[in-house]
Nanobody
Framework: QVHLVESGGGLVQAGGSLRLSCAAS????????MGWFRQPPGKEREFVAA????????KYADSVKGRFTISRDNAKNTVYLQMNSLKPDDTAVYYC?????????????????????WGQGTQVTVSS
């Protein structure tokens, strides 16, 4: 069984920063693209950012470009999401996910259904 565990969420004022971490239970996940998604209150889960297995390729939702940075440290089986200049609209439960279909690939995907392993989520609340 593969487990992903997110951490680093919390309450922050608008304009502040947070860094989310996602730790994987198995080294196998270092070969997969990893993504961050979020689910605002009362809304659908949406794509935020993704990184391929090596870290060389990334994608971002337009709403977070220039403010969020996704990265990974395969030696630690961990993926990060650095979030700067946070806005109240960033308030959501943030989930990390793994896409096992694209191991060792340069591509990353942005569809929720493309990812087959999910963490339990971490709450991020941005106050105005």
């Amino acid at each position: 069984q593969v487990h992903l565990v997110e951490s680093g969420g919390g309450l922050v004022q608008a304009g502040g920063s947070l860094r989310l971490s996602c730790a994987a239970s198995k080294p196998t996940l270092t070969t997969y693209p990893m993504g961050w998604f979020r689910q605002p209150p009362g809304k659908e889960r949406e794509f935020v950012a993704a990184v391929n297995w090596s870290g060389a390729s990334t994608k971002y939702a337009d709403s977070v470009k220039g403010r969020f940075t996704i990265s990974r440290d395969n030696a630690k089986n961990t993926v990060y999401l650095q979030m700067n200049s946070l806005k109240p609209d960033d308030t959501a439960v943030y989930y990390c996910a793994a896409d096992s279909s694209l191991a060792y690939n340069m591509w990353v995907r942005v569809g929720r259904s493309d990812y087959d392993y999910w963490g339990q989520g971490t709450q991020v609340t941005v106050s105005s």
